[in-house]
């Protein structure tokens, strides 16, 4: 049977977390706030620590591929597996969507006249056949698009810092960024900017759970959930606190464009085109990789949901290589809308997109913080914990609910917040209509 290894674990991790929140995010997020987006991914990495762990403990105890929703089934009741796991695949898939078209706005940099829809369109079809071969194809496929993330970063942290204090053309330049942004500006836009910034940092770290799903194909679950879980938060937070850190030291923040990556928009400011070419190709790797890891998951979701009897049955069905193929299809279906959406939409596809993940990320994250609640009664022993249980999970659902109120203060946002209660009621009723039918097919 195919098995995906540890290394595979730890990319699949890291893949869906830095993607466009990081390769673009930033674009958005610097300007709300300006150097204090460094507190806000501080604060941003220690809710995603509490939420990693949270699932981390329930993944070692029993790993599944609907994660969440199978623990939400299990330990809270029948309607919120049902509410959660429609609703992780349905995040899944919207930021599938979005990475998809971040990597058109990627390649505007080398093809600007070419139509976004028609990327897409060609890029949905390759992955595909990758999502449908192999679960082997797909992780070594994710293992290197993750890799050479994450080693360009490193390159790119060091590179930066030879520029800030050993390359005399910048140097005095890079010591006025940094005295500015500590004395100066670090709360440029004041606690409401600082605020609004914490909205972008959610949506970054939005695919850090893409693990607990993965584990249901792990060579060994009960090792190599917890070493990707503790190595891929220290490495998340300081690949984004890194890398914010060097944008600000070497060029002013406040310069930054908002409709770039902030890597190509930096180099090229600064005169060092060669790298800021590396660079998009490094943000575009990172958009595919970002995509690869939510098509997997949306698809080992849906297949999950259909094998609790929440979805049809036949989006369960596994070929001879253990690969969900017709929940790969049907997603694949759903995603090709994103081909429509930038047809109509071609400048607000974007930032419509990134509203409506972060309101499905904050959700899913709560969920799994309540079923670790719920969890913790039945199992309060385990080797693989939570640190401070269960003050922990109540302060991550506070900060949490506290970025849903900032949203509906944000003119881009605050649609998808009240989407959120409207699709919740879609799925309510769907959930109260199939347990109608199936308590009128028990008395037949």
């Not at 991790?13 to 958005?28: S, V």
């Not at 591929?65 to 939400?72: C, E």
């Not at 590396?278 to 997997?296: D, H």
């Not at 799994?368 to 609640?373: E, S, Y």
């Amino acid at each position: 049977m195919n098995k995906l290894k540890n290394r595979h674990i730890q990319m699949i991790a890291l893949g869906g977390a830095i993607g466009t929140g990081l390769f673009f995010g930033l674009a958005k997020s610097i300007p709300l706030t300006g150097p204090s987006i460094i507190l806000s991914y501080l604060i941003g990495g220690i809710v995603m620590y509490i939420i990693m762990r949270a699932l981390g403990e329930m993944v070692v105890n029993e790993p599944n591929s609907g994660a969440f929703s199978y623990y939400a089934n299990k330990y809270v009741g029948g309607y919120l597996g049902f509410i959660s796991g429609w609703y992780a695949w349905f995040e899944y898939t919207i930021v599938c969507m979005l990475e998809v078209t971040a990597v058109t706005i990627f390649l505007d940099l080398w093809i600007p006249f070419t139509p976004h829809w028609l990327i897409i369109a060609v890029i949905l079809a390759i992955f595909f056949f990758i999502n449908i071969i192999n679960v082997n194809l797909f992780g070594e496929f994710e293992f290197w698009f993750a890799g050479i993330k994450v080693v360009t970063i490193i390159i790119m942290i060091l590179f930066a810092l030879y520029l800030m204090f050993f390359n005399h053309t910048i140097h005095t330049n890079t010591i006025t960024n940094i005295q500015n942004n500590i004395q100066h500006n670090f709360f440029a836009a004041g606690i409401k900017g600082f605020l609004f910034s914490l909205v972008l940092v959610v949506f970054s770290f939005g695919g850090t759970q893409f693990v607990g799903i993965a584990a249901a194909d792990a060579d060994n679950p009960n090792k190599t959930v917890p070493r990707a879980i503790n190595g891929v938060i220290f490495r998340i937070v300081i690949f984004y606190i890194g890398t914010i850190a060097v944008i600000l030291c070497l060029y002013p923040w406040a310069l930054l464009s908002t409709n770039i990556s902030p890597f190509v928009d930096v180099f090229t400011k600064i005169g060092l085109s060669k790298a800021a070419q590396v660079m998009n190709i490094v943000a575009i790797t990172a958009a595919l990789s970002a995509f690869n890891s939510c098509l997997y998951s949306a698809a080992r979701m849906l297949a999950s949901l259909a094998n609790q009897g929440n979805a049809p049955r036949k989006l369960g069905v596994v070929n001879k290589k253990n690969i969900p193929h017709n929940a790969v299809i049907f997603t694949s279906i759903i995603i090709a809308l994103t081909v429509i959406i930038n047809y109509i939409f071609p400048d607000k596809a974007i930032i419509y997109l990134i509203a409506i993940a972060t309101t499905s990320i904050i959700v899913t994250w709560t969920t799994i913080l309540i079923c670790h609640i719920f969890f913790k009664l039945k199992h309060p022993e385990q080797k693989y914990k939570l640190p401070l249980f269960p003050i922990s999970n109540i302060v991550a659902i506070v900060i949490l609910l506290c970025v849903v109120v900032i949203m509906t203060q944000m003119d881009d946002m605050k649609l998808a917040v009240y989407l959120m209660p409207v699709w919740i009621l879609l799925l309510s009723i769907f959930y109260l209509a199939r347990k109608k039918i199936i308590k009128g097919i028990n008395k037949k």
